[in-house]
């Protein structure tokens, strides 16, 4: 599997970028720091609003560079995605998932449902699949233990080729979520033949809900219509008591962001899962 992405690597040539010196170096940076295991992952706890308990967990990537010091994933994703370099860093967090989970399982720890975000370059490979399987495969991990985001933006593409894609996707017991929901082309008239399992709706519209009446009319809107289509509602970046009130009273089914809890490193993450934390 290494070998076929190095492969794919040596297609890409990081001065046809034309970008800055500072994007070439970050560029060779990111390339060190993932042989140097330079990167971890946070988790994310996300509540079902039905029973206020953990549900589910978001992994977002982290880079603690040895001089730079942190360096956000909105820095360097956005670069990766250019360079070429994301499927491998996608493989790489998709890896490191898997091996977390099948060490929470060895120590008896019952993970919650994992959800990795994918970029869609990795998403519309042919050979997705095989590399899910594959990973997944290496710690006898199924499935069925982690979700996909994928942003809005991949549905702009070929409508048959992703909906074959998510197909074959969902058939792994893999579900989906549509990421960043309100803020691509995509309307939840486009989605509703899609195999998808959840919308989160993007945190520009949580923002205001207790302040503006618009987004007010919109997040309902759209709860309204997931739900006739069967979706699951998912709202992120909620950062106040009254934000969440106005979702439970929306009927939304689940919450995510700081006023519930940050995104955690493994450990104080699993102290969460022992206390069986409600909200
Ligand atoms: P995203 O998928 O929309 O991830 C949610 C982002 O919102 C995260 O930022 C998270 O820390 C932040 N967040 C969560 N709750 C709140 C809140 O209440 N208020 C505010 N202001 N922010 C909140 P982060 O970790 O910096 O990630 C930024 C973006 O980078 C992500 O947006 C995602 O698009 C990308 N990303 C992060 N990790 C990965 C990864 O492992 N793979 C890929 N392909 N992309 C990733
Ligand atoms: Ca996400
Ligand atoms: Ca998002
Ligand atoms: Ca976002």
């Not at 070998?3 to 001065?15: A, G, I, N, T, V």
């Not at 308990?53 to 250019?82: D, M, N, T």
């Not at 486009?190 to 989160?200: E, G, H, P, S, Y």
Request: hydrophobic share 45%.
């Amino acid at each position: 599997l290494a070998k076929k992405q190095e492969r794919d690597l040596m297609f890409y040539d990081p001065r046809a970028l034309n970008e800055t010196d500072h994007s070439i170096e970050l560029w060779q940076e990111m390339q060190k720091a993932l042989d140097a295991d330079h990167f971890y992952l946070v988790f994310q706890p996300l509540f079902d609003l039905k029973d206020n308990a953990l549900i589910s967990a978001e992994v977002l990537i982290r880079w603690e560079h040895p001089e730079k010091g942190f360096i956000s994933p909105a820095q360097f994703i956005p670069l990766a995605e250019q360079s070429g370099l994301i499927s491998r860093l996608d493989a790489w967090v998709l890896e490191a998932a898997a091996k977390q989970i099948r060490n929470w399982l060895d120590r008896q720890l019952t993970p919650p449902r994992i959800a990795v975000n994918l970029s869609g370059i990795s998403f519309l490979r042919p050979d997705f699949i095989e590399t899910l399987t594959t990973i997944f495969g290496k710690y006898d991990v199924s499935l069925d233990h982690i979700e996909l985001e994928l942003t809005e933006g991949v549905l702009i593409d070929d409508l048959d080729r992703i909906s074959n894609q998510l197909n074959s996707i969902r058939a792994t017991g893999v579900s989906i979520s549509i990421d960043d929901f309100g803020t691509g082309y995509s309307s939840l008239s486009r989605i509703k033949n899609l195999a998808i399992d959840n919308i989160k709706i993007d945190r520009s519209f949580i923002d205001d809900l207790d302040t503006c009446q618009q987004d007010l009319k919109i997040v309902e809107a759209i709860i309204l219509m997931a739900h006739g289509l069967n979706l699951s509602v998912i709202a992120e970046g909620v950062e106040t008591q009254e934000q969440l009130s106005i979702l439970r009273q929306q009927g939304c089914d689940t919450v995510q962001g700081f006023f519930l809890s940050r995104p955690l490193k493994a450990e104080p993450f699993e102290e969460l899962l022992e206390q069986d934390l409600v909200i």
